[in-house]
Nanobody, 127 residues
């Protein structure tokens, strides 16, 4: 069993930055791939970024490339999402998730491949 707790959300002006954290607890955390998803009001949850634990491969949605960076600290069992050049369209609840099946790079973009989810953290970007 893995428990995930996100933090770091808040209100920021357009062009600003935030760093989200996802702290994990439970056995086997370091073997999982981790992903970040987001859900805006009235919209479906969408993929933002993912990282594999072995090799540290990273994957990003096209709309965040060059602005967001996913990283991890194995010693702290924490995954981060550094968000720069934020836009009002980035306003959403951001969720981290853990995947244990070893999905492909394509599969890691699919929320249904993930096994554990955090409670979410609100990010609001004002114009």
């Amino acid at each position: 069993q893995v428990q995930l707790v996100e933090s770091g959300g808040g209100l920021v002006q357009a062009g600003g930055s935030l760093r989200l954290s996802c702290a994990a607890s439970g056995r086997g955390f370091s073997t999982y791939a981790m992903g970040w998803f987001r859900q805006a009001p009235g919209k479906e949850r969408e993929f933002v970024a993912a990282m594999t634990w072995v090799g540290g491969s990273t994957y990003y949605a096209d709309f965040v490339k060059g602005r967001f960076t996913i990283s991890r600290d194995n010693a702290k069992n924490t995954v981060y999402l550094q968000m720069n050049s934020l836009k009002p369209d980035d306003t959403a609840v951001y969720y981290c998730a853990a995947e244990q099946q070893g999905s492909s790079s394509f599969g890691l973009r699919n929320q249904y491949k993930y096994d554990y989810w955090g409670q979410g953290t609100q990010v609001t970007v004002s114009s």
